[in-house]
């Protein structure tokens, strides 16, 4: 009995597996394939099914002039606009949510858990809504097509997740360590980030990853938003696609889009593997 | 050094956490704020602390403002009933913190952390971290950082509550030996609890709170001799003091139909009409001629028996010194000392107690 479970229990999970690697098998083997390779049927091992060809790599690195499709600085655009929006979100969020956790707000009917309401809110809309008023918005300030621009978008979208995040964090933060550190002598702001920040890192570290990934993914305000100075990475690989699909170069510049969520993914799950995220504090 | 707070009021809601607090602490003695939970003791000692804001009253510290100091430069020391500890900090850096803050050297932190550290006796406990020590380790840090700052005024928040009852005995210990050594004369000490047994222990000036308000100052045995009213007499004995409503009518004290006491003379000076009676649980014994009682429950705590019993509409907890087991509506037959019996008027205010007569 106990065998079959088992038995069950690992044919499951390897199952599992299989539908997850799949596709990046896949995607890998077609990186090194050819236009030949692709058409003539089905084919998964190299050299013995077909012959690899770097050409899909080379592609991503080789300047236009010479036929290729430069992503290196696409590629660099999105890792200074995901990183400096998602600090810039974490550390107004981070000391947003502190607000919104230990003082009591009041204007009317307005209460702490309205404005928390009113940050989250933010995401509930569809972005389409939201992409009209910040093209002209914008477009008033001369930062269409931008870095700063983007930045200044990815802060609005991102800050609401941080907040999030941080306002449950800090809530199971107990408000005595607080009042301990401000009778030790802390003003509040030392008490802030001499004893309450230093608790919080694992809510920071999840708050922090949430950002990157909701950023690094964006395609739709990287699109709408820029035309041809600045390009993000998500609109770069779309812009591979032309009359011939080269399924190969697309494989390619996918895998290398996911590389740097996939370190961060390994660097967060060995934090949050070290205990569940509230028991830093008893 | 004194401490003198007037007419503290507040009343964020429709509740009076502090009604009219005024009150004197002098340096060298223990004051002990006894209360039941949620009586305001809490709030008391944050509103010393600066923590929690009031709606009127003063609070002087030899005779300068004290309210208008913001809590981080009050040099006033807290032990929470929770344990609170910088879960980032290890033992030593925990008690280092507040001397760190106040930028003392090195070399005079290391010396003053030994110190804290051999008070509360957690020598070898340095490098730990605090989520590796148990709850009374986890105390005597907190303790140890309080001690450490030579605070002037040093607030404890029933430090022991959470403790289990060996560790609580021998933290009590700790405590004992503080009190006693010169960082007493020196400081202003304040400990809530709610547990009349270790005030008595703690044998310091006794502040009875209960809603806010002060109901009684003075020596231990003062208030546990000749408490003002009937709400202190209860708050200050652990079980509650017995209080009995009854009649003097003539030669008789009568309770009810069929429990009805002869007046003692010590009590004929008395007008007949109604009144409250006070005794304590330890006043009340097994006696076969005395008036029948039906248990409710009988609970045996250490080496003594507390027994619930009632008769038609009076109840009353007795405690025999010894581990007995009763059934529930067991009758029993008990007496009262009638030397030890407190009597209170009609609006329950004490007017006579055996210690101190009329």
Not at chain 1, 82 to 108: C, D, E, H, M, P
Not at chain 1, 183 to 189: H, T
Not at chain 2, 86 to 106: T, W
Not at chain 2, 264 to 287: C, E, I, M, Q
Request: one cysteine or more.
């Amino acid at each position: 009995m106990k065998t079959l479970y088992t038995t069950l229990k690992y044919s499951a999970v390897t199952l599992w597996s299989m539908f997850v690697i799949a596709p990046f098998l896949w995607a890998i083997s077609t990186s090194f394939k050819d236009f030949n390779s692709v058409t003539s049927g089905v084919s998964y091992i190299p050299w013995l099914q077909f012959e690899p060809s770097f050409e899909g790599w080379k592609v991503l690195i080789k300047p236009a002039s010479e036929g290729g499709i430069n992503i290196v600085e696409p590629y660099f655009n999105s890792i200074f606009v995901t990183l400096t929006s998602s600090l810039i979100s974490i550390i107004l969020g981070t000391l947003a949510a502190y607000a919104l956790s230990r003082f009591t707000f009041k204007a009317g009917f307005v209460k702490n858990s309205d404005i928390t309401f009113f940050f989250i809110s933010q995401r509930i809309m569809p972005p389409i809504v939201l992409s009209i008023p910040f093209f002209l918005m914008l477009g008033y300030l001369s930062l269409l097509d931008t870095l700063m621009g983007l930045v200044m978008v990815y802060i609005v979208l991102l800050m609401p997740i941080a907040v999030w995040i941080m306002v449950d964090f800090f809530n199971k933060v107990p408000r005595e360590i607080d009042e301990t550190a401000l009778i030790d002598g802390c003003n509040p702001y030392q008490a802030f980030y001499k004893v309450v920040l230093p608790n919080s890192i694992p809510g920071l570290i999840v708050a922090g990853m949430f950002c990157i990934i909701f950023g690094w993914i964006d395609f739709f305000f990287a699109f709408i938003l820029t035309f041809t100075e600045v390009q993000l990475l998500p609109v770069a690989i779309v812009a591979l696609n032309s009359s011939i699909t080269p399924w190969w170069s697309l494989s390619a510049a996918a895998l290398v889009s996911i590389a740097p969520l996939i370190v961060v993914a390994f660097i967060v799950e060995r934090y949050l593997s070290k205990g569940n995220l509230s028991g830093a504090i008893k | 050094m004194k401490l003198v707070t007037k007419n503290l009021t507040f009343k964020p809601e429709d509740e009076y956490y502090l009604n009219d607090v005024s009150l004197e602490f002098e340096a060298g003695r223990l004051y002990t704020i006894l209360g039941r939970t949620l009586s305001g003791k809490t709030s008391f000692l944050k509103t010393i602390a600066g923590l929690q804001p009031v709606d009127e009253g003063e609070i002087t510290l030899d005779e300068k403002d004290f309210r208008s100091i913001p809590v981080w430069e009050r040099n006033v020391a807290m032990v929470y009933q929770q344990f609170i500890n910088y879960p980032h900090l290890n033992v030593y850096e925990n008690i280092a913190f507040p001397l760190k803050q106040r930028k003392m050297s090195a070399a005079d932190i290391k010396q003053e952390v030994a110190v804290a550290i051999s008070q509360v006796g957690l020598e070898g406990f340095e490098a730990r971290k605090i989520q590796e020590l148990s709850g009374g380790q986890q105390q005597r840090v907190g303790l140890a950082r309080s001690l450490a700052k030579k605070a002037k005024i040093l607030l404890l928040d029933e430090p022991l509550v959470n403790l289990d009852y060996k560790l609580r005995e021998e933290l009590r210990y700790v405590f004992k030996n503080l009190f006693d050594s010169d960082l007493s004369t020196e400081s202003i000490l304040i400990y809530a609890s709610t547990d009349p047994q270790e005030a008595m222990q703690l044998n310091g000036d006794i502040v009875v709170i209960d809603e806010g308000r002060v109901l009684q100052t003075g020596p231990a045995k003062e208030v546990f001799e000749n408490p003002l009213n009937i709400k202190v007499a209860e708050i200050t004995n652990d079980p509650a003091m017995n209080i009995l409503p009854g009649i003097i009518d003539d030669k008789e004290i009568i309770f009810n139909e069929d429990f009805k006491l002869n007046l003692p003379s010590h009590l004929s000076h008395l007008d007949s009409g109604k009144y409250f009676f006070g005794v304590r649980a330890t006043d009340l014994n097994l006696d076969d001629s005395g008036f029948s009682f039906t248990v409710d429950i009988s609970e045996i705590s250490g080496s003594e028996t507390f027994l619930h019993i009632h008769q038609d509409e009076l109840k009353v907890v007795l405690m025999i010194e010894e581990v007995r087991n009763f059934n529930l509506d067991d009758q029993v037959k008990i007496s009262m000392d009638m030397n030890r019996l407190y009597v209170f008027d009609a609006n329950g205010d004490l007017i006579f107690s055996p210690y101190r007569g009329n």
